[in-house]
């Protein structure tokens, strides 16, 4: 057994927790009753709609009570609502968008990582496993000009499909940085590829997983944030071409649009693609 193997769901699902509570977005609302009292009062009548039609026994009653004391023991609401909820949030809030498509931002972002001008490699183990990949593109706007300078933080899961900062024994800032595009909105980045990721099977989204008969993946999966002044922030996925799960994401996360056309290294040392981004303009 290796140390990574070792990774709790409590442990990440209370890192995750913690990473949110230092967030910044805890208290980002000042709440208005009208609009509290209209989504407490559907999602309140949504719970007892399902308990009438479905009958549901005292039995379920308590085990779904013990459930939900679980998943905020095991530090999994993150987890949780990102793995079930966030995608539809994710839809809404970038509905009007012209440009690239987004996806979720999932439970393990953490803003600040090392920045470096492109072309760059990112932070890795001197024996980093997997297959090298060189991520490239172009970052542009709408209107196809080139997004000088534009930001891309770019933060994934190891060849064993944990995330540093999240597992246990990983250096800080592993698989994960922030790239500056050169003048042209060109970047170029040597990583690593990913993993597909396993909910943990040992946390209170892992039971429901167990107990519901469903499977507990995500396909293999870049996360990135993508900036350029003047523009909306994009934060997206994307995806690897033939992984298993592309089409059953358990966190209904992949979109067509954000599928990498993955090529033989030129260099003859593993994987190579290109994909450029699109970032709309901020609303005037
Ligand atoms: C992940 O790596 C992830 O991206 C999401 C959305 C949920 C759980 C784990
Ligand atoms: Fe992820």
Request: glycine letters at 8%.
């Given at each position: 057994?290796?140390?990574?193997?070792?990774?709790?769901?409590?442990?990440?699902?209370n890192?995750?927790?913690?990473?949110?509570?230092?967030?910044?977005?805890?208290?980002?609302?000042?709440?208005?009753?009208?609009?509290?009292?209209?989504?407490?009062?559907?999602?309140?009548?949504?719970?007892?709609?399902?308990?009438?039609?479905?009958?549901?026994?005292?039995?379920?009653?308590?085990?779904?009570k013990?459930?939900?004391?679980?998943?905020?023991?095991?530090?999994?609401?993150?987890l949780?609502?990102?793995?079930?909820?966030?995608?539809?949030?994710?839809?809404?809030?970038?509905?009007h968008?012209?440009?690239?498509?987004?996806s979720?931002?999932?439970?393990?972002?953490?803003?600040?990582?090392?920045?470096?001008d492109?072309p760059?490699?990112?932070?890795?183990?001197?024996?980093?496993?997997?297959?090298?990949?060189?991520?490239?593109?172009?970052?542009?706007?709408?209107?196809?000009?080139?997004?000088?300078?534009?930001?891309?933080?770019?933060?994934?899961?190891?060849?064993?499909?944990?995330?540093?900062?999240?597992?246990?024994?990983?250096?800080?800032w592993?698989?994960?940085?922030?790239?500056?595009?050169?003048?042209?909105?060109?970047?170029?980045?040597?990583?690593?590829?990913?993993?597909?990721?396993?909910i943990?099977?040992?946390?209170?989204?892992?039971?429901?997983?167990?107990?519901?008969?469903?499977?507990?993946w995500r396909?293999?999966?870049?996360?990135?944030?993508?900036?350029?002044?003047?523009?909306?922030?994009?934060?997206?996925?994307?995806?690897?071409?033939?992984?298993?799960?592309?089409?059953?994401d358990?966190?209904?996360?992949v979109k067509?649009?954000?599928?990498?056309?993955?090529?033989?290294?030129?260099?003859?040392?593993?994987?190579?693609?290109?994909?450029?981004?699109?970032?709309?303009?901020?609303a005037k």
């Amino acid at each position: 057994m290796t140390t990574e193997t070792t990774a709790s769901a409590a442990a990440s699902g209370n890192a995750a927790t913690d990473r949110f509570r230092q967030s910044g977005k805890t208290g980002a609302i000042a709440a208005d009753v009208e609009r509290v009292n209209l989504l407490a009062s559907k999602l309140i009548k949504a719970a007892n709609d399902i308990v009438l039609e479905e009958r549901v026994s005292y039995d379920e009653f308590n085990a779904l009570k013990a459930w939900l004391i679980k998943v905020g023991d095991d530090g999994e609401w993150p987890l949780f609502l990102d793995v079930w909820l966030e995608h539809s949030v994710e839809d809404v809030a970038t509905s009007h968008r012209e440009g690239n498509k987004g996806s979720i931002e999932g439970p393990y972002y953490v803003p600040g990582s090392p920045s470096q001008d492109s072309p760059a490699k990112i932070s890795m183990r001197d024996d980093e496993k997997g297959t090298p990949l060189l991520f490239q593109g172009q970052v542009r706007s709408t209107d196809s000009s080139a997004l000088k300078n534009a930001k891309i933080e770019l933060w994934h899961a190891d060849e064993e499909g944990f995330y540093s900062q999240f597992a246990p024994n990983i250096p800080e800032w592993n698989l994960r940085g922030t790239f500056i595009a050169d003048a042209e909105g060109k970047f170029q980045i040597d990583t690593m590829q990913p993993a597909p990721y396993q909910i943990p099977t040992d946390g209170a989204c892992g039971q429901l997983i167990a107990a519901a008969g469903w499977h507990a993946w995500r396909p293999a999966h870049l996360h990135l944030k993508v900036s350029a002044p003047g523009h909306e922030l994009l934060t997206a996925q994307l995806y690897f071409p033939g992984d298993a799960h592309n089409d059953d994401d358990i966190a209904t996360a992949v979109k067509p649009e954000l599928l990498l056309d993955i090529q033989p290294a030129e260099s003859g040392n593993g994987k190579q693609v290109t994909y450029d981004f699109v970032l709309d303009p901020e609303a005037k």
